[in-house]
């Protein structure tokens, strides 16, 4: 059996902020759809949580303690048969700044 190969973008999004981070991916699957390709995403990866452990106290004292943490929300989308036009338009488009982006083609 002869398999043909899809062209596939798949566009990995990671943010600390969750609602920027959905309004990033409803941007990008819509000008995936005005130009005609089929976006299917987004996806939802678990989140992943990174604690940090400081003392409270500068000098003795090392029962106190306080935990921080950020929170790494992360997205997948996967764009299937795109054209010039849908590249394109993902090239010009313009996402906040607290989104790290991650195309693979």
Excluded: W
């Amino acid at each position: 059996m002869a398999t043909i190969q899809q062209q596939k973008i798949r566009i990995r999004l990671k943010a600390f902020d969750q609602r920027l981070l959905d309004t990033s991916c409803d941007k990008i699957v819509d000008t995936a759809n005005r130009t005609n390709a089929s976006a299917v995403g987004p996806i939802p990866l678990p989140t992943k949580r990174k604690i940090y452990c400081v003392l409270r106290s500068p000098h003795v004292d090392k029962d106190s303690r306080e935990h921080f943490e950020t929170r790494t929300h992360r997205r997948i989308i996967d764009i299937y048969k795109p054209s010039s036009k849908t590249i394109d338009a993902l090239m010009k488009l313009d996402l906040p700044a607290g989104v790290d982006i991650e195309v693979k083609l």
